[in-house]
């Protein structure tokens, strides 16, 4: 007999199933925000950001805080530490920049 999962099995399944349309729903919200002109192209974003900070960029969260568009990226800099950038995706102006613990 087929016995059902453990609660957090299921949650953990409910998790999992739940991902691919947050990122989907995620893509959808940058992809009309780029066709309203409020935001930059992601190529555009993170040449910004590596002229700021050299390195590899490993992450990129894009949000919208106070009505304004922004990235966060987390790079691996060419000293190996790694960094958080934060960019106004309208005007790809620097706004933070610190090194990760």
Partial sequence: MIQPP???T???L?????WPAHASEDADRARRALEKGEIRPLDEVLRAARAAVPGDVVAVDL???DGQWRYKLRILGTDGKRR???VDAGSL???DEDEDD
């Fill in 6 to 8: 453990s609660r957090r």
């Fill in 84 to 86: 958080s950038v934060k």
């Fill in 93 to 95: 102006k620097i706004l």
């Fill in 10 to 12: 299921a949650l953990l």
């Fill in 14 to 18: 409910l998790a999992c199933a739940a």
């Fill in 63 to 65: 949000k919208r805080d």
